[in-house]
């Protein structure tokens, strides 16, 4: 990840700077997306699934932020459920991503990329149970 950060605009130069680092910009996205219908999981690295089986949850799991001087690239890797149409998701997973962005930051995304990683089918479907014997 870039030692970058990017400033908001203050509207008074006597109240300072504030800066937003990469990792807020993940947690965002990482939530608006698990938001998104059809969204089964969020995909993030063996580092990450090792410290959330120890109990400690990770909110930016499957997002990774570059920023640069073109400015924000997000990748965004997912699990959809099965049976929902990939590309409408995706593109709910982009607007929400964008939105919620804009909303808590300020900040614009140049680039919002959405990687299929996976697909989950429903594990809760009903079993079949053989009948018992007398």
Same mark, same amino acid.
């Given at each position: 990840? %870039?030692?970058?950060?990017?400033?908001?605009?203050?509207? /008074?130069?006597?109240?300072?700077?504030?800066?937003?680092?990469?990792?807020?910009?993940?947690?965002?996205?990482?939530?608006?997306? +698990?938001?998104?219908?059809?969204?089964? +999981?969020?995909?993030?690295?063996?580092?990450?699934?090792?410290?959330?089986?120890?109990?400690?949850?990770?909110?930016?799991?499957?997002?990774?932020?570059?920023?640069?001087? /073109?400015?924000?690239?997000?990748?965004?890797?997912?699990?959809?459920?099965?049976?929902?149409?990939?590309?409408?998701?995706?593109?709910?997973?982009?607007?929400?991503?964008?939105?919620?962005?804009?909303?808590?930051?300020?900040?614009?995304?140049?680039?919002? %990329?959405?990687?299929?990683?996976?697909?989950?089918?429903?594990?809760?479907?009903?079993?079949?149970?053989?009948?018992?014997?007398?």
């Amino acid at each position: 990840m %870039n030692e970058l950060s990017f400033e908001m605009e203050s509207y /008074s130069s006597e109240l300072g700077k504030v800066e937003i680092s990469p990792e807020v910009i993940e947690v965002i996205a990482s939530i608006a997306a +698990s938001d998104v219908e059809g969204v089964a +999981s969020m995909r993030g690295s063996f580092a990450s699934g090792v410290v959330e089986r120890l109990g400690k949850k990770t909110h930016g799991k499957g997002v990774k932020v570059e920023l640069s001087e /073109s400015g924000i690239s997000i990748d965004i890797y997912v699990s959809m459920k099965y049976g929902v149409a990939i590309p409408d998701v995706a593109q709910k997973i982009q607007d929400y991503v964008r939105q919620a962005l804009l909303d808590m930051t300020a900040l614009e995304a140049t680039d919002i %990329n959405v990687f299929v990683v996976g697909v989950q089918f429903d594990s809760k479907e009903k079993q079949y149970e053989a009948p018992e014997v007398d």
